[in-house]
């Protein structure tokens, strides 16, 4: 799919800015991307807190705590919701089909529901203790509750849209459905992996696109969809968002061992302390080479060391200088931008306003520059 | 809401015909309830099977194992795969609303998925290792399978519906998204009950119509839905559910105390082995007086007893003895008659052909009647 194999090893080091750059003549310069997330955030934000008001105690108040809005003492909060991406784009997606932003707020929120109960049971079957700099629901509430409150979020999500009632809203939620399908076996792939020595650069995209490009996708095509927008221009537009999801993977594959633990929240080398298949590590073992080849024995001894829990910040660094030297940083970079090309290109295929336009570029340029 | 408290406490021992009897002119005379059920099955299988193929591995075979239709080791198995009371209701439902008995079949298939998903999580959430005489799903694949075949089996529940594409398939999945939260609202009550020393007969009421009575609405309305019906009768034919469902559970509570273990597939004393708080229990408790004061001084104590695992048949018959002495017995089978009463007139007020009536009536007394 993607044979390249890069042949210079890139240069910076942790903490340094990840090395995907936007094109020259970036959108982000005449968009104010900022407020464009903050749009999506305000226009979204009271619709899902009332969503989740609906939800019975105690699991109104365990959502509550999930998205930060409660401290664990049931405190108010006012936590690290996230860049809130999901929802500019479904706004911005209604707006692409020539409707009001305001359209796209029921498929903006019910987007934010399904990530969330996707992240409520990833982090239970994953044993991930941490997420947003705080402790994970299962190990504040428990197990049930994070499997209940899950459940509860996918079913509000379905039924925001449905109560609509238009021909739109279940055009809309068949293709949230079919998103969250794709979810899930994202999330068996990555956990079959797990148990495997090699996963290739090919079925590494494929989970990735599951995971992360697939929701995306249906945030960029949603609000068009319930803006009145045929299936052309929805796919069309989903298109977009699909490859989007897998330029912000990428670097959220480059910041989860590079990444400043300052802005990203997570430990030094986080992927690699969790032994993650990500993209840099499959494609550096990909290259081929010494490097490649030396990186490819000390992961396989990892896998059945004991310690590995004890190791120190220097052997942690000394397997990202492998990655680094056998060009999974460059390569992951350099997919970075390919997908990010391909995204925006894809709007070229569909009749919008050209505001929409180079917001929807200034947002894909945005994603592949962020640091967190 | 039900201030019942029974006079005569029953007399009948485990493995004896649970003692809620069908009104004397039964339509179950006239009615083959067993080709009823068979129909529902034969329709739904393979629409059922074709849905769960349709999952990425390894979840096709997590679910067919759940389904039964594997052993733990992947050879075919034609296991016990349930009473299917609920696709025979949602194909008469349709022939309630004049539509062939098919148009039903999605919406058995999507109510029978959601029911699984519930099986799966709740199984779980509870620790419980046994259903239908075997292992339960996270038992024999582990807890992440459990979670994640659920979640795929609820999305796989709004797909069928929702891929029939008709404005009939998106009112039929708001009706099944309001039933699954209704499910969700029950289990959470369920658990948060298991915490509480004492439990209304009217919270345990509560908690049963979300856990088995909100599903039976959809499936008896579902049929109706995707055969045109408007939303009164829906809602009528909903409520003949609710109720039925409510004493089905009934039924069900009786079983989990003095039902037959070979008919069951449970173990002998099962929800007092499990210290569940059903019916039986509530109204014994509610009921006042020697013996169920006696039984309510037992149970606070078992509820902090440490060697509660290793008691013996004798004392769990003690405790069953309390029950039916304090007219728990009694008043569950007295409330599984009232619920079939109001969910049998309910029908009155939907204008159906005489036979489907009839068919509906002997479904209800077939409920009241069942000995597993």
Request: net charge negative; charged share 25%.
């Amino acid at each position: 799919m993607h044979g390249a194999s890069p042949r210079t090893p890139g240069t910076a080091t942790r903490g340094e800015t990840v090395p995907t750059v936007p094109p020259a003549e970036s959108a982000a310069d005449v968009v104010d991307v900022t407020a464009l997330l903050e749009r999506g955030r305000t226009l979204a934000a009271p619709v899902l807190r009332a969503a989740v008001e609906r939800l019975a105690a105690p699991m109104d108040t365990v959502a509550a705590y999930h998205f930060g809005w409660i401290d664990a003492e049931g405190n108010p909060s006012d936590g690290d919701g996230g860049k809130a991406v999901r929802p500019a784009l479904a706004l911005l997606s209604a707006q692409a089909a020539g409707a009001a932003p305001e359209v796209g707020v029921p498929g903006a929120v019910a987007v934010e529901l399904v990530h969330n109960f996707s992240l409520l049971h990833d982090d239970l079957m994953d044993g991930d203790e941490q997420r947003r700099h705080r402790d994970t629901v299962w190990k504040v509430h428990g197990p049930a509750q994070a499997i209940l409150v899950g459940d509860a979020l996918f079913a509000l999500a379905n039924e925001i849209l449905l109560e609509l009632g238009t021909v739109e809203a279940g055009r809309a939620t068949r293709r949230l459905t079919a998103a969250t399908r794709a979810l899930i076996d994202g999330q068996a792939q990555d956990i079959s992996y797990e148990h495997r020595e090699r996963v290739t650069v090919e079925e590494c995209l494929e989970m990735e696109g599951n995971k992360t490009g697939a929701l995306l996708a249906c945030a960029c095509s949603i609000g068009a969809v319930l803006g009145g927008a045929d299936d052309r221009t929805a796919d069309t537009l989903g298109k977009y968002g699909y490859h989007l999801g897998l330029a912000f993977q990428a670097v959220d594959d480059l910041l989860g061992i590079w990444g400043d633990p300052e802005a990203t929240g997570k430990q030094t080398w986080s992927d690699l302390r969790q032994r993650k298949k990500s993209l840099p590590v499959v494609a550096a073992l990909a290259a081929g080479g010494p490097a490649s080849e030396r990186l490819g024995q000390l992961l396989a001894a990892d896998a059945k060391s004991t310690d590995f829990d004890s190791f120190s910040e220097e052997e942690f660094a000394a397997r990202a200088a492998l990655i680094e030297e056998a060009g999974g940083r460059q390569w992951t970079a350099e997919e970075a931008r390919r997908q990010h090309a391909i995204a925006v290109e894809a709007l070229a295929a569909v009749d919008m306003p050209d505001q929409v336009r180079a917001q929807l570029v200034a947002l894909a340029d945005f994603v592949v520059v962020r640091k967190r």
